[in-house]
């Protein structure tokens, strides 16, 4: 049975900063990756950030999200995290981690919220 069970959110000022971790477990996405995807209220589910898990490769979401965030992942741990960086409102969401053994984004976490207070 795979997996995905995140950790690091929290309640967070302007400004601050964030790390959220997701264990993956069940199996490994040497295929595919993980990454991480956030639901506002109110908004759409919205796509943060990826990683290829053999080569690593990153790609990021729409905005300021690549100055401001930083997806990496550690193989031996079977964990990728999420570095969030001068936190705004507006990123706060609940954010899930996911994982795709190929190209489908097929397996979700249970998502962990965080708060961006003004």
């Known amino acids: 049975q795979v997996q995905l069970v995140e950790s690091g959110g929290g309640l967070v000022q302007t400004g601050g900063a964030l790390r959220l971790s997701c264990a993956a477990s069940?199996?490994?996405?040497?295929?595919?990756?993980l990454g991480w995807f956030r639901r506002a209220p109110g908004k759409a589910r919205e796509f943060v950030a990826g990683?290829?898990?053999?080569?690593?490769?990153?790609?990021y979401g729409t905005g300021d999200m690549k100055a401001r965030f930083t997806i990496s992942r550690d193989i031996a741990k079977n964990t990728v995290y999420l570095q969030m960086n001068s936190l705004k409102p507006e990123d706060t969401a609940i954010y899930y981690c996911?994982?795709?053994?190929?190209?489908?984004?097929?397996?979700w976490g249970q998502g962990t919220q965080v708060t961006v207070s003004s």
């Open positions: 996911a994982g795709r053994a190929t190209t489908t984004w097929s397996y």
């Open positions: 069940g199996r490994t996405f040497s295929g595919g990756g």
């Open positions: 990683i290829t898990w053999t080569l690593g490769d990153t790609s």
